[in-house]
Protein backbone atom coordinates (compact mmCIF):
# COMPACT_ATOMS: atom_id res chain seq x y z
CA UNK A 1 0.00 0.00 0.00
CA UNK A 2 2.86 2.22 0.65
CA UNK A 3 4.36 1.65 -2.59
CA UNK A 4 1.23 2.85 -4.38
CA UNK A 5 1.13 5.41 -2.65
CA UNK A 6 4.49 6.72 -3.11
CA UNK A 7 3.97 6.40 -7.02
CA UNK A 8 0.71 8.76 -7.00
CA UNK A 9 1.86 11.11 -4.76
CA UNK A 10 5.45 11.48 -6.65
CA UNK A 11 3.46 12.57 -9.91
CA UNK A 12 0.90 14.58 -8.36
CA UNK A 13 3.73 16.76 -6.76
CA UNK A 14 5.71 16.83 -10.40
CA UNK A 15 2.48 18.11 -11.41
CA UNK A 16 2.01 20.84 -9.10
CA UNK A 17 5.42 22.29 -9.51
CA UNK A 18 5.21 22.26 -13.47
CA UNK A 19 1.19 23.88 -13.05
CA UNK A 20 2.61 26.51 -10.65
CA UNK A 21 5.97 27.79 -12.27
CA UNK A 22 3.88 27.87 -15.72
CA UNK A 23 1.71 29.90 -13.99
CA UNK A 24 3.99 32.11 -12.60
CA UNK A 25 6.12 32.62 -15.37
CA UNK A 26 2.98 32.94 -18.12
CA UNK A 27 0.25 34.55 -15.97
CA UNK A 28 2.14 36.79 -13.51
CA UNK A 29 -0.21 39.06 -11.75
CA UNK A 30 2.67 40.11 -9.02
CA UNK A 31 3.33 44.04 -8.68
CA UNK A 32 7.37 43.96 -7.97
CA UNK A 33 8.01 47.13 -5.12
CA UNK A 34 9.62 50.36 -6.67
CA UNK A 35 12.61 49.78 -8.07
CA UNK A 36 14.12 53.08 -6.00
CA UNK A 37 12.86 51.73 -2.95
CA UNK A 38 13.13 48.01 -2.78
CA UNK A 39 14.96 46.75 0.19
CA UNK A 40 15.97 50.13 1.24
CA UNK A 41 13.39 50.99 3.81
CA UNK A 42 14.59 50.75 7.53
CA UNK A 43 17.35 47.86 6.69
CA UNK A 44 20.84 47.72 7.93
CA UNK A 45 23.65 46.94 5.23
CA UNK A 46 25.54 43.48 5.82
CA UNK A 47 29.50 44.34 4.27
CA UNK A 48 31.44 41.48 2.88
CA UNK A 49 34.97 40.79 1.33
CA UNK A 50 35.92 41.77 -1.59
CA UNK A 51 35.03 38.28 -3.42
CA UNK A 52 38.12 37.87 -5.18
CA UNK A 53 37.45 37.30 -8.36
CA UNK A 54 39.27 37.08 -11.42
CA UNK A 55 39.22 39.82 -14.00
CA UNK A 56 39.41 38.83 -17.53
CA UNK A 57 39.28 40.79 -21.53
CA UNK A 58 36.25 40.65 -23.42
CA UNK A 59 36.33 38.57 -26.23
CA UNK A 60 34.41 37.62 -29.84
CA UNK A 61 31.56 39.41 -31.17
CA UNK A 62 28.86 41.36 -29.74
CA UNK A 63 26.17 39.34 -28.21
CA UNK A 64 23.28 40.66 -30.48
CA UNK A 65 25.62 39.11 -33.33
CA UNK A 66 26.35 35.58 -31.69
CA UNK A 67 22.34 35.57 -31.84
CA UNK A 68 21.50 36.13 -35.31
CA UNK A 69 20.57 39.81 -34.96
CA UNK A 70 22.29 42.00 -37.12
CA UNK A 71 20.53 45.41 -36.96
CA UNK A 72 19.90 46.76 -33.42
CA UNK A 73 16.87 48.52 -34.81
CA UNK A 74 15.14 45.13 -34.44
CA UNK A 75 15.22 44.07 -31.01
CA UNK A 76 15.27 46.01 -27.49
CA UNK A 77 17.76 43.83 -25.89
CA UNK A 78 20.24 47.06 -24.82
CA UNK A 79 17.66 49.68 -25.39
CA UNK A 80 15.23 48.56 -21.86
CA UNK A 81 17.20 50.67 -19.55
CA UNK A 82 15.43 53.91 -18.87
CA UNK A 83 16.24 57.91 -18.71
CA UNK A 84 16.26 58.27 -14.90
CA UNK A 85 19.40 58.76 -12.98
CA UNK A 86 21.39 56.09 -10.85
CA UNK A 87 18.30 54.65 -7.75
CA UNK A 88 19.20 55.33 -4.41
CA UNK A 89 21.55 52.52 -3.34
CA UNK A 90 24.04 52.05 -0.16
CA UNK A 91 26.81 51.77 -2.61
CA UNK A 92 30.43 53.83 -2.14
CA UNK A 93 32.62 54.60 -4.99
CA UNK A 94 35.49 57.20 -5.15
CA UNK A 95 35.31 60.44 -7.26
CA UNK A 96 37.04 60.51 -10.34
CA UNK A 97 38.42 63.00 -12.68
CA UNK A 98 35.19 63.22 -14.79
CA UNK A 99 32.79 65.76 -15.62
CA UNK A 100 28.90 64.94 -14.77
CA UNK A 101 26.77 67.65 -15.74
CA UNK A 102 23.93 66.92 -17.38
CA UNK A 103 23.33 69.67 -20.10
CA UNK A 104 23.79 69.55 -23.57
CA UNK A 105 22.80 67.98 -26.69
CA UNK A 106 23.55 64.32 -27.18
CA UNK A 107 23.91 64.67 -31.09
CA UNK A 108 27.66 66.16 -30.71
CA UNK A 109 28.30 62.71 -28.06
CA UNK A 110 31.36 61.14 -30.73
CA UNK A 111 32.15 63.75 -32.62
CA UNK A 112 34.36 66.52 -29.95
CA UNK A 113 31.34 68.04 -29.27
CA UNK A 114 30.92 69.60 -32.86
CA UNK A 115 27.13 69.70 -32.94
CA UNK A 116 26.78 70.05 -29.31
CA UNK A 117 28.56 73.32 -28.54
CA UNK A 118 30.59 71.22 -25.87
CA UNK A 119 34.09 71.01 -25.95
CA UNK A 120 35.21 67.75 -24.43
CA UNK A 121 38.24 66.96 -22.36
CA UNK A 122 41.05 65.12 -23.80
CA UNK A 123 41.90 63.84 -20.32
CA UNK A 124 43.90 60.00 -20.49
CA UNK A 125 45.48 59.19 -17.35
CA UNK A 126 49.46 59.68 -17.28
CA UNK A 127 50.97 55.46 -15.83
CA UNK A 128 51.08 56.88 -12.58
CA UNK A 129 47.48 58.53 -12.42
CA UNK A 130 46.10 54.99 -14.36
CA UNK A 131 47.98 53.21 -11.43
CA UNK A 132 46.22 55.23 -8.53
CA UNK A 133 42.71 55.31 -10.22
CA UNK A 134 43.11 51.36 -10.51
CA UNK A 135 43.66 51.04 -7.18
CA UNK A 136 40.74 52.83 -6.05
CA UNK A 137 37.50 50.80 -4.69
CA UNK A 138 33.89 50.56 -5.10
CA UNK A 139 30.88 48.70 -2.70
CA UNK A 140 27.96 47.89 -4.42
CA UNK A 141 24.95 46.59 -3.38
CA UNK A 142 22.49 44.38 -5.85
CA UNK A 143 20.71 47.30 -7.13
CA UNK A 144 23.97 47.98 -8.59
CA UNK A 145 25.28 44.61 -9.88
CA UNK A 146 21.70 44.52 -11.72
CA UNK A 147 21.38 48.55 -13.12
CA UNK A 148 25.37 46.96 -14.55
CA UNK A 149 24.40 43.51 -15.30
CA UNK A 150 20.76 43.39 -16.08
CA UNK A 151 18.44 46.45 -16.79
CA UNK A 152 19.53 47.02 -20.40
CA UNK A 153 17.46 44.54 -21.41
CA UNK A 154 15.40 43.56 -18.21
CA UNK A 155 14.29 46.76 -17.85
CA UNK A 156 14.02 49.36 -14.14
CA UNK A 157 11.26 47.07 -13.14
CA UNK A 158 12.38 44.11 -14.10
CA UNK A 159 9.62 43.45 -16.77
CA UNK A 160 11.19 42.68 -19.68
CA UNK A 161 10.30 43.37 -23.13
CA UNK A 162 8.07 40.07 -23.90
CA UNK A 163 7.82 38.10 -25.90
CA UNK A 164 11.43 38.88 -26.68
CA UNK A 165 12.95 39.54 -23.34
CA UNK A 166 11.13 37.59 -20.41
CA UNK A 167 10.00 39.10 -17.32
CA UNK A 168 12.04 38.81 -14.31
CA UNK A 169 8.92 39.12 -11.63
CA UNK A 170 7.69 35.49 -12.30
CA UNK A 171 10.23 33.42 -12.11
CA UNK A 172 11.60 35.71 -8.28
CA UNK A 173 8.34 35.23 -6.72
CA UNK A 174 8.90 31.48 -7.19
CA UNK A 175 11.60 31.56 -5.43
CA UNK A 176 9.94 32.53 -2.41
CA UNK A 177 8.03 29.79 -0.38
CA UNK A 178 5.75 32.30 1.44
CA UNK A 179 4.36 33.42 -1.76
CA UNK A 180 4.64 30.16 -3.31
CA UNK A 181 2.48 29.03 -0.34
CA UNK A 182 0.13 31.96 -0.79
CA UNK A 183 -0.20 31.80 -4.85
CA UNK A 184 -1.03 27.89 -4.34
CA UNK A 185 -3.80 28.79 -1.90
CA UNK A 186 -5.18 31.35 -3.95
CA UNK A 187 -5.78 28.25 -6.85
CA UNK A 188 -7.29 26.21 -4.17
CA UNK A 189 -4.34 23.92 -4.33
CA UNK A 190 -2.65 24.35 -0.80
CA UNK A 191 0.63 23.35 -0.17
CA UNK A 192 2.67 22.82 2.91
CA UNK A 193 5.87 24.35 3.85
CA UNK A 194 8.26 21.74 3.14
CA UNK A 195 7.02 21.53 -0.17
CA UNK A 196 7.14 24.82 -0.50
CA UNK A 197 10.60 25.34 0.33
CA UNK A 198 11.53 22.76 -2.01
CA UNK A 199 10.27 24.32 -5.02
CA UNK A 200 11.17 27.63 -4.03
CA UNK A 201 14.68 26.24 -3.54
CA UNK A 202 14.84 25.05 -7.24
CA UNK A 203 13.60 27.51 -8.75
CA UNK A 204 16.39 29.43 -7.16
CA UNK A 205 18.55 27.24 -8.37
CA UNK A 206 17.36 27.39 -11.91
CA UNK A 207 18.33 31.00 -12.08
CA UNK A 208 21.54 30.64 -11.43
CA UNK A 209 22.15 28.09 -13.72
CA UNK A 210 20.72 30.28 -16.08
CA UNK A 211 23.12 33.03 -15.38
CA UNK A 212 25.60 30.67 -15.81
CA UNK A 213 25.08 28.84 -18.91
CA UNK A 214 22.73 31.69 -20.43
CA UNK A 215 19.09 31.07 -22.58
CA UNK A 216 18.78 31.11 -26.25
CA UNK A 217 18.79 34.91 -26.03
CA UNK A 218 20.15 35.44 -23.04
CA UNK A 219 24.01 35.89 -22.36
CA UNK A 220 25.77 33.41 -19.89
CA UNK A 221 27.03 35.72 -16.90
CA UNK A 222 29.85 33.48 -15.96
CA UNK A 223 31.96 36.87 -15.15
CA UNK A 224 30.13 36.73 -12.02
CA UNK A 225 31.11 35.02 -8.69
CA UNK A 226 28.96 33.33 -6.17
CA UNK A 227 29.08 36.66 -3.51
CA UNK A 228 27.54 38.99 -6.60
CA UNK A 229 25.23 36.61 -7.59
CA UNK A 230 23.74 36.42 -3.84
CA UNK A 231 24.05 40.31 -3.66
CA UNK A 232 22.00 40.19 -7.01
CA UNK A 233 19.25 37.32 -6.02
CA UNK A 234 18.60 39.09 -2.88
CA UNK A 235 18.16 42.56 -4.80
CA UNK A 236 15.77 40.96 -6.67
CA UNK A 237 13.51 38.64 -4.32
CA UNK A 238 13.25 42.18 -2.05
CA UNK A 239 12.11 43.29 -5.56
CA UNK A 240 9.01 41.48 -6.10
CA UNK A 241 8.18 41.31 -1.89
CA UNK A 242 9.35 37.98 -1.11
CA UNK A 243 9.52 38.13 2.74
CA UNK A 244 12.44 36.30 3.28
CA UNK A 245 14.45 38.79 1.85
CA UNK A 246 13.49 41.27 3.86
CA UNK A 247 16.89 42.72 6.25
CA UNK A 248 20.53 43.13 5.24
CA UNK A 249 21.20 44.14 1.93
CA UNK A 250 24.74 42.68 1.12
CA UNK A 251 27.55 45.15 -0.21
CA UNK A 252 29.93 43.28 -2.23
CA UNK A 253 33.66 45.46 -2.30
CA UNK A 254 34.46 45.65 -6.00
CA UNK A 255 37.69 46.88 -7.65
CA UNK A 256 37.89 49.19 -10.97
CA UNK A 257 38.72 46.98 -13.14
CA UNK A 258 35.91 44.51 -11.73
CA UNK A 259 33.24 47.34 -11.95
CA UNK A 260 34.30 48.06 -15.45
CA UNK A 261 34.14 44.21 -16.50
CA UNK A 262 30.31 44.15 -14.95
CA UNK A 263 29.31 47.48 -17.50
CA UNK A 264 31.33 45.92 -20.34
CA UNK A 265 30.35 42.35 -20.07
CA UNK A 266 26.57 43.20 -18.35
CA UNK A 267 25.59 46.27 -21.31
CA UNK A 268 28.63 47.26 -23.63
CA UNK A 269 28.92 44.27 -25.11
CA UNK A 270 25.63 43.68 -25.98
CA UNK A 271 26.37 45.94 -29.15
CA UNK A 272 30.12 46.10 -29.78
CA UNK A 273 31.94 43.66 -30.67
CA UNK A 274 35.43 43.23 -28.79
CA UNK A 275 37.29 43.86 -31.65
CA UNK A 276 37.90 45.43 -35.06
CA UNK A 277 38.32 48.51 -36.80
CA UNK A 278 37.46 52.22 -34.91
CA UNK A 279 35.43 54.64 -36.53
CA UNK A 280 36.83 57.88 -36.02
CA UNK A 281 34.37 61.05 -36.68
CA UNK A 282 32.82 60.39 -39.75
CA UNK A 283 32.29 56.63 -38.80
CA UNK A 284 30.23 57.62 -36.47
CA UNK A 285 28.15 60.11 -38.20
CA UNK A 286 27.99 57.03 -40.83
CA UNK A 287 26.30 54.52 -37.88
CA UNK A 288 29.14 51.92 -37.70
CA UNK A 289 29.17 50.38 -34.02
CA UNK A 290 32.99 50.95 -32.80
CA UNK A 291 34.99 47.97 -31.70
CA UNK A 292 35.39 48.17 -27.21
CA UNK A 293 39.15 47.80 -28.34
CA UNK A 294 39.03 51.22 -30.00
CA UNK A 295 37.30 53.69 -27.06
CA UNK A 296 40.91 53.58 -24.74
CA UNK A 297 42.43 54.85 -28.42
CA UNK A 298 40.36 57.09 -29.96
CA UNK A 299 37.74 58.43 -27.43
CA UNK A 300 39.11 60.15 -23.85
CA UNK A 301 37.40 58.59 -20.85
CA UNK A 302 35.15 61.83 -20.01
CA UNK A 303 33.95 61.64 -24.10
CA UNK A 304 33.02 57.69 -22.62
CA UNK A 305 31.67 59.12 -19.39
CA UNK A 306 29.46 61.66 -21.61
CA UNK A 307 28.31 59.15 -23.97
CA UNK A 308 27.14 56.60 -21.72
CA UNK A 309 25.30 59.23 -19.88
CA UNK A 310 23.46 60.63 -22.85
CA UNK A 311 23.98 58.62 -25.82
CA UNK A 312 24.68 58.75 -29.28
CA UNK A 313 22.66 59.79 -32.11
CA UNK A 314 24.45 58.06 -35.38
CA UNK A 315 20.94 58.38 -37.77
CA UNK A 316 22.74 61.06 -40.02
CA UNK A 317 23.14 58.08 -43.03
CA UNK A 318 20.59 55.75 -41.69
CA UNK A 319 22.88 54.42 -38.83
CA UNK A 320 21.27 53.17 -35.62
CA UNK A 321 21.52 55.09 -32.07
CA UNK A 322 23.25 54.48 -29.30
CA UNK A 323 20.95 54.82 -26.10
CA UNK A 324 21.57 57.14 -23.17
CA UNK A 325 22.49 55.16 -20.04
CA UNK A 326 21.84 57.75 -17.14
CA UNK A 327 21.52 55.21 -14.50
CA UNK A 328 25.25 54.43 -14.79
CA UNK A 329 27.16 56.42 -12.88
CA UNK A 330 30.04 58.72 -13.87
CA UNK A 331 32.53 56.92 -11.62
CA UNK A 332 30.73 53.45 -13.42
CA UNK A 333 31.11 54.96 -17.05
CA UNK A 334 34.67 56.01 -16.27
CA UNK A 335 35.73 52.62 -14.82
CA UNK A 336 34.76 51.02 -18.64
CA UNK A 337 37.36 52.91 -19.72
CA UNK A 338 40.09 52.15 -17.48
CA UNK A 339 39.00 48.37 -17.82
CA UNK A 340 39.88 48.64 -21.42
CA UNK A 341 43.01 50.14 -21.16
CA UNK A 342 43.76 47.31 -18.00
CA UNK A 343 42.41 44.52 -20.31
CA UNK A 344 42.58 45.33 -23.79
CA UNK A 345 39.91 42.86 -25.74
CA UNK A 346 40.72 40.30 -27.58
Not at 163 to 175: A, K, V
Request: aromatic share 6%; charged share 20%; glycine share 12%.
Amino acid sequence: MRVRVAAFIGPVLTGIFIIFMALLVFADNGKPRDSQSAGQSGVSNKQIAEPGAVVTPVHGPSWLKQIGIFDIRATAMGERGGYDPPPPSPRKEPEFPVETERSGNPMGMGMGGMMGGRSYSNYRPSPSELERLMGERFSLAGIDLFRLNCRSCHGPNGNGAPPEINSLIGPFQGTSPALLEKRMKKLGRPIGEDLAKELAAQAEENIRQRLQKGGKKMPPFRHLDREEVNALLKYLKAHVGAPESQGKEILVMQSVSRVGEHLVKGTCRICHDATGPGVGRMGMMQGIIPSLASFPWEQSMQTIVWQVELGSKMMMMGGPRMPAYPYITAEEAATAYLYLVQYPPY
